[in-house]
Nanobody
Framework: QVQLVESGGGLVQPGGSLRLSCVAS????????MGWFRQAPGKEREFVAA???????YYADSVKGRFTISRDNAKNTVYLQMNSLKPEDTAVYSC????????????????WGQGTQVTVSS
C-alpha cells in the first residue's frame, strides 16, 4: 500500500513559478510510474505529466515546455516544477502512482495523494 503526500501549492501571479513535491511511503518507489493530474472547478481531472522509474517523461500538450517532472528515488519523491504559470493552470494538483507501465489515464492509477491547490491570479 502506497501513501502519497503532496506539498508546495499556493497562490502565484501569472508568469510565476511553483514547485510541487510528492513524497511516497509504504512501497518500493522505484517500481512505480508517478503521475501528476489536475482538476479545475467544474472540469474533469486531466493528465499533466508522468515519469517512469528510469526517468522517461511524458507531458500534456498544454504544459509542455513550461512544466518539468522529475523524481528522486533515494528520497521517494516526485517533483513538478511549474514555470510561466497561467490563470488556466489553476486547479487542485494530485500525484498518483501505478506499477511499471506509464499511462495518461487517471483511472489506471491506483494510488492518489490528497491534492494541493494551485491558484494563478493577479
Amino acid at each position: 500500500q502506497v501513501q502519497l503526500v503532496e506539498s508546495g501549492g499556493g497562490l502565484v501571479q501569472p508568469g510565476g513559478s511553483l514547485r510541487l513535491s510528492c513524497v511516497a511511503s509504504g512501497g518500493t518507489f522505484r517500481r512505480y510510474v508517478m503521475g501528476w493530474f489536475r482538476q479545475a472547478p467544474g472540469k474533469e481531472r486531466e493528465f499533466v505529466a508522468a515519469i517512469t522509474w528510469g526517468g522517461n517523461t511524458y507531458y500534456a500538450d498544454s504544459v509542455k515546455g513550461r512544466f518539468t517532472i522529475s523524481r528522486d528515488n533515494a528520497k521517494n519523491t516526485v517533483y513538478l516544477q511549474m514555470n510561466s504559470l497561467k490563470p488556466e493552470d489553476t486547479a487542485v494538483y494530485s500525484c498518483a502512482a501505478r506499477l511499471y507501465v506509464v499511462s495518461n489515464t487517471a483511472s489506471d492509477y491506483g494510488y492518489w495523494g490528497q491534492g494541493t491547490q494551485v491558484t494563478v491570479s493577479s
